[in-house]
Nanobody
Framework: EVRLVESGGGLVQAGGSLRLSCTGS????????IGWFRQAPGKEREGVSC????????LYADSVKGRFTISSDNTKNTVYLQINSLKPEDTAVYYC??????????????????WGQGTQVTVSS
């Protein structure tokens, strides 16, 4: 069974940086797509990035391009989301998700089979 655990969230001032981690277990191959999502209070969940673990293809939502960087360390079964120049509007619970049947290629997938529990990111102004 695949299990995902996020970490790295916290309280940070605007302009600061955070690196979120998504550590997975139960993967039987590298042929997985990992996605990062966020959900702010009262708002719908938003996909922000994805990465293909097999070839490191990465995509970003327009709202985060240039500030968010996704990367994967397959030796550690961990995907990172580096967030720079944090803004108060980045405040949300950040989730990672995984699936073998979605592709990070022509657009951000929205439907994944496996989800983590989320990590809170709070940005103060």
């Amino acid at each position: 069974e695949v299990r995902l655990v996020e970490s790295g969230g916290g309280l940070v001032q605007a302009g600061g940086s955070l690196r979120l981690s998504c550590t997975g277990s139960g993967f039987t191959s590298d042929d997985w797509t990992i996605g990062w999502f966020r959900q702010a209070p009262g708002k719908e969940r938003e996909g922000v990035s994805c990465i293909s673990r097999s070839d490191n293809t990465a995509l970003y939502a327009d709202s985060v391009k240039g500030r968010f960087t996704i990367s994967s360390d397959n030796t550690k079964n961990t995907v990172y989301l580096q967030i720079n120049s944090l803004k108060p509007e980045d405040t949300a619970v950040y989730y990672c998700a995984a699936d073998t049947w979605v592709a990070c290629s022509s657009g951000l997938p929205s439907r994944y089979d496996y989800w983590g529990q989320g990590t809170q990111v709070t940005v103060s102004s």
